[in-house]
């Protein structure tokens, strides 16, 4: 009984190290797709678009909603510590965590190209509203904050295209099942 408990151990063990690798390497990856793939947009408050999307789904589609979480959370609020977006950091934890979040909860209950689709409608819309509650806080304003709502759509539909064409092989690729997630 003590042997099998042992070796029981070290298999949670074994999981548990294999998935904090991923989501660090999934937390990595957003934070050099948005810091090193981006455009800064000459209009509103000159925001970005960038890649750090496409990790952030890829890690909440393949890994489910814990590696999600932490890719969106930590990956991009990192990249608002160390570049000058330092003020938009509380927002992005808990906007861009609540994306992986949701997106990888749909994904582990229910699996399809449609509901592929609808979670990245329900990624959008978290972005979408996070934002702009926080830039409505912020700038004292309900009407400015409007402006970045070009990019933020811009951002999410550039990473779900290439998600949506990728994720069905890279699932294949690397024999990722449900049941995994």
Known sequence: MAEQ???TIHKKQKLTIREIAVTAVFIALTYVFTAFVNVKLPF???GLIHLGNIPLMLAAFLYGKRTGFFAGALGM???DLMSGWTIYAPCTFLT???MGLAGGWLIEKKSGFGYK????????VIKLAGYYIFEAIFYHNLIEPLASVPG???????AAVPVLVLITPL???????????
Do not use: E, P, W
């Open 117 to 124: 689709l609808l979670a990245v409608a329900l990624m959008l």
């Open 152 to 158: 933020n759509i811009l951002q999410v539909v550039l």
């Open 5 to 7: 408990t042992g070796s």
């Open 96 to 98: 861009c965590g609540l």
């Open 171 to 181: 699932q294949r690729a690397l024999k990722i099942k449900k049941s995994d997630i």
């Open 77 to 79: 609020t990192l990249f």
């Open 44 to 46: 509103g408050y000159g």
